[in-house]
Nanobody, 121 residues
Framework: QVQLVESGGGLVQAGGSLRLSCAASGSIFAIKRMAWYRQAPGKQRELVAQISQDGSTDYTDSVKGRFTISADYAKKMLYLQMNSLKPEDTAVYYC???????????????WGQGTQVTVSS
């Protein structure tokens, strides 16, 4: 099993900052990609940012210039620095990894339980 545990969510005023963390543990042979998703009430889950093992990153347009994703693959840690937060950033944020548990098994997506981020206006 692969466990992903997010932390760092909370309530912040517009313009403030939060830093999310995600710790991966369990039976992990390799991680190819790590990502943050979010889901606001009544909306579909969307990709916020992702980072590959080679360090390449990708962001959804609405967070470019405000959010920064980083990872320590050796420690199996994922981070999301969120600055200049807006009320529309309010959502449950999920950590996700594209992971294989053993050499012989294929890569698969795994998800954390999520952490709530609420931005007040």
């Amino acid at each position: 099993q692969v466990q992903l545990v997010e932390s760092g969510g909370g309530l912040v005023q517009a313009g403030g900052s939060l830093r999310l963390s995600c710790a991966a543990s369990g039976s992990i042979f390799a991680i190819k990609r790590m990502a943050w998703y979010r889901q606001a009430p009544g909306k579909q889950r969307e990709l916020v940012a992702q980072i590959s093992q080679d360090g390449s990153t990708d962001y959804t347009d609405s967070v470019k210039g405000r959010f920064t994703i980083s990872a320590d693959y050796a420690k199996k840690m994922l981070y999301l620095q969120m600055n200049s937060l807006k009320p529309e950033d309010t959502a449950v944020y999920y950590c996700s990894t594209f992971t294989k548990q053993t050499y012989y098994r294929p890569y698969d997506d795994y998800w954390g339980q999520g952490t709530q981020v609420t931005v007040s206006s």
